[in-house]
């Protein structure tokens, strides 16, 4: 199913009203709906869509004459490259797109596609009304084609870095799941829409994660090791690197001695890790910490921590979510619901129930505050999954205050609270119905 996407499509629309030529580049990892995102676009538009495949460029040539054929209703006669993209210069007096989706394949069968584009581009296509769209899944290669240096790089006009969906489109996939198991679905999977996809609306939380991440059988259960086999042909160190952070490893050396990755390799290999969005170098708001190292995607902080240290078991088939419950609810979860509570923040920025300002975790000397808005004055709130009373409320936003010397508002964000509306008088005060509407 297709779901939100609000701003990049608004993007890609007014890139295809400009009237000139425009070449988009859209990137991001597998399984998080470029796809989806390029047809919903194309809908009810004059276009061409090219699913490119690792064939020598000669027939793939052949194949995207014959799509163009079939989009626009013509006979492409071309007999080469410059003569298909000037029938497509002919062609888009009127606005014409054409996606080319899986764009690194080609570039992999043939390194020397950027030059050839370039030179397409310059000479047949940046003068006309086409809109070029290059979709691709393989991070180094997409990251190359937006680089400086790259020969497309001044060609571009555009760029959409798609992720992962807001988490409150949960429950577009899962309408009859409460808020309680969509934070849990969060917990275990993120929100990647091919994820969410292989989930049943009418079986339970934990007869999903059973079926899809907990069985050999499961579509889940090895694309943590696919998605790094995808992108690099020794994920060995990659994998080693993220169990260490799942198990409490956030310190550079830290990480290094924990995953046996040698301390002059490691950068690299974060650096990699971190524009995959799969983890995040974070940094304490307002304040000079050393920084820290988590799993940025709950799907690989889920399979790291219960999937990869387990798969013996699993592959026997002795292995369920029943073995892993308790950790799960009392140490995992609340952390993935201060998580979904931090990616909550911009939307209650915009609504106008926080102010504007960077947020994100912040600690000092032992201390620690689960989110910070760097407001006039700072905003501190302190997240708990668990249903608070008022007084507990209190409480909890009090102790907020001690750890931070100079003025600031507090305020909590729970599961559910008691009085919320008498608590909104006080302080900044959130629930699940704030967080996943």
């Not at 809109?131 to 084609?145: E, P, V, Y």
């Not at 924990?258 to 974070?282: C, F, H, P, Q, W």
């Not at 010397?405 to 599961?415: D, F, I, K, L």
């Amino acid at each position: 199913m297709f779901t939100d996407r609000v701003d990049e499509l608004s993007y890609l629309e007014g890139r295809h009203s400009s009237g000139r030529a425009e070449l988009v580049v859209i990137s991001g990892r597998r399984r998080v709906g470029k796809t989806c995102l390029a047809k919903k676009f194309t809908e009810g538009k004059r276009s061409i869509y090219f699913l490119a495949q690792k064939e020598p460029m000669q027939f793939e040539l052949e194949r995207l004459k014959r799509a163009v054929s079939r989009s626009l209703g013509i006979y492409a006669d071309a007999g080469d490259w410059d003569s298909l993209f000037q029938l497509l210069a002919k062609e888009s007096s009127e606005r014409l797109m054409l996606v080319i989706d899986e764009f690194n394949y080609w570039v992999e069968e043939d390194p020397n596609v950027f030059s050839m584009l370039q030179r397409l581009w310059d000479e047949h296509l940046a003068g006309s009304k086409i809109m070029l769209i290059l979709s691709g899944s393989a991070f180094s290669t997409m990251a190359r084609s937006l680089s400086q240096g790259n020969p497309l790089y001044g060609r571009r006009t555009g760029k959409v870095a798609l992720g992962p969906l807001p988490p409150w489109c949960i429950r577009d996939f899962l309408p009859s799941y409460s808020r309680e198991d969509a934070v849990r679905v969060f917990a275990a999977l993120g929100s990647t829409p091919y994820h969410l996809s292989q989930l049943e609306g009418g079986a339970g939380f934990e007869a999903n994660i059973d079926a899809a991440v907990l069985s050999k059988r499961g579509l889940l259960y090895e694309d943590a090791e696919v998605t790094l086999t995808y992108e690099f042909r020794e994920p060995s160190s990659y994998l080693n690197i993220l169990r260490a952070i799942a198990c409490g490893a956030t310190g550079f050396s830290e990480v290094s001695s924990k995953s046996g990755v040698d301390i002059t390799n490691l950068a690299k290999y974060l650096r990699t890790l971190e524009g995959m969005g799969i983890v995040r170098r974070e940094t304490t708001v307002l304040g000079k910490e050393r920084p820290l190292y988590v799993i940025a995607d709950q799907y690989f902080k889920f399979w790291a921590r219960y999937v990869y240290p387990n798969r013996d078991f699993i592959e026997l088939g002795n292995f369920s979510f029943g073995d892993v419950r308790d950790d799960f609810e009392r140490s995992f979860l609340p952390r993935a619901f201060e998580e979904l509570a931090r990616q909550s923040v911009p939307r209650l920025q915009r609504g106008g129930a926080l102010p504007a300002g960077r947020s994100g975790r912040w600690w000092q000397k032992g201390s620690e505050i689960d989110i910070v808005v760097a407001s006039s004055p700072p905003v501190l709130l302190e997240v708990r999954w668990r249903d608070m009373s008022r007084q507990e409320a209190l409480d909890v936003a009090a102790s907020a205050r001690a750890k931070w010397q100079g003025e600031s508002r507090c305020g909590v964000v729970a599961r559910s609270l008691e009085d919320k509306a008498s608590l909104r008088e006080r302080f900044c005060a959130f629930d699940l119905e704030d967080l996943l509407p």
